[in-house]
Nanobody, 114 residues
Framework: QVQLVESGGGLVQAGGSLRLSCVLS???????????MAWYRQRPGMQRELVAS???????TVEDSVKGRYSISRDIDKNAIYLQINNAKPEDTAMYYC?????WGRGTQVTVSS
């Protein structure tokens, strides 16, 4: 069964950092052959929104709303992608989801205290 499993969420103080991980498992498919993998977040009371993506060539894109604080990367050997959050702000509090074209992870909660 194809799965995306996120980890790394938790409670962090404003100004702190977190690195979220997402591992693709249950398939022989490697992330470098997946057209696009992405991180989304869903803040309380809001719609899910894209924050960063990385394509099969390794090209990373970060949305303007979080640019300069968020970065996305991948480890092909671990079949994983990562989301680095720096200088965390209370408005970053959200459930963070990893997505491949047809699969969503279950999410990992990030809470930023002021």
């Amino acid at each position: 069964q194809v799965q995306l499993v996120e980890s790394g969420g938790g409670l962090v103080q404003a100004g702190g950092s977190l690195r979220l991980s997402c591992v693709l498992s249950g398939t022989p498919v490697k992330i470098f052959s997946v057209n696009l993998m992405a991180w989304y977040r869903q803040r309380p009371g809001m719609q899910r929104e894209l924050v960063a993506s990385i394509n099969n060539g390794g090209r990373a894109t970060v949305e303007d709303s979080v640019k300069g604080r968020y970065s996305i990367s991948r480890d092909i050997d671990k079949n994983a992608i990562y989301l680095q959050i720096n200088n965390a702000k209370p408005e970053d509090t959200a459930m963070y989801y990893c997505k491949a074209p047809t699969v969503w992870g279950r999410g990992t909660q990030v809470t930023v205290s002021s």
